[in-house]
């Protein structure tokens, strides 16, 4: 079954400490995204790679850091520089880069939350 | 740069009634446009698309939305909605030769039997 998965669902962190959300997808998609979600803004996106090693910068990635080693991942780490880190997590994928008609596909999300 | 708006937060309908949520973007210049739709606690899923060709574009779940370029418009429409349409329906806006969508802030639909 092909999809995007993200773990956890749930994750609860104490403030000061990283924490690292998962993100895999068996779409064989070169571009995959990151977005934050919160109440009453929509989507923002963080950070996005459209090919394996190299990634950009979205409209707030102040205080968060990704990865792309292997085509089918993509973790984001939000880190302690990050203010207001508790939000809604979504990840997703799309078939290439470059072309902004292709319909992106999204992971169930995580909610993370910093006590 | 690019903007999308989505000015009813909430709509709040009552079953088999019809149903209207709006979107604007900021930009005339070419686009792509698209609906998507997030039941709780789930993340997103496309509803519908217009990238060229006709202005009436027909979705999932008997959705359709009509773009309209003098107007800079793009709004969603269903004849008769069912209590199971209760979700946040965001619109969405990239400008060709981007590689980017811009979000718009929402719309809560609530379905009432």
């Known amino acids: 079954d092909g999809g995007i998965t993200q773990s956890p669902k749930y994750l609860f962190r104490k403030e000061g400490q990283n924490v690292t959300l998962s993100c895999e997808q068996n779409l064989n998609h070169d571009a995959m995204y990151w977005y934050r979600q919160d109440p009453g803004q929509g989507l923002r996106l963080i950070y996005y790679s459209q090919i394996v090693n190299d990634f950009q910068k979205g409209d707030i990635a102040e205080g968060y850091s990704v990865s792309r080693e292997k085509k089918e991942s993509f973790p984001l780490t939000v880190t302690s520089a990050q203010k207001n880190p508790t939000a809604f997590y979504l990840c997703a994928s799309s078939i290439d880069s470059g072309h902004s008609y292709n319909e992106q596909f999204f992971g169930p999300g995580t909610r993370l939350t910093v006590l | 740069a690019q903007s999308v708006t989505q000015l009813d937060s909430q709509v709040p309908v009552f079953e088999e009634a019809p149903v209207e949520l709006r979107c604007n973007y900021s930009?005339?210049?070419?686009?792509?446009l698209f609906w998507y739709v997030q039941y709780p606690n789930q993340g997103l899923q496309l509803l519908l698309k217009?990238?060229?060709?006709?202005?009436l574009v027909k979705g999932i779940n008997g959705f359709e939305a009509e773009f309209n370029k003098s107007q800079t418009s793009f709004h969603l429409r269903k004849p008769s909605v069912h209590i199971s349409d209760t979700a946040e329906y965001f619109c969405a806006v990239s400008d060709r030769g981007t590689d980017k969508l811009i979000f718009g802030t929402g719309t809560r639909l609530q379905v009432f039997p």
């Open positions: 930009s005339s210049v070419s686009v792509y």
């Open positions: 217009y990238l060229s060709g006709s202005t």
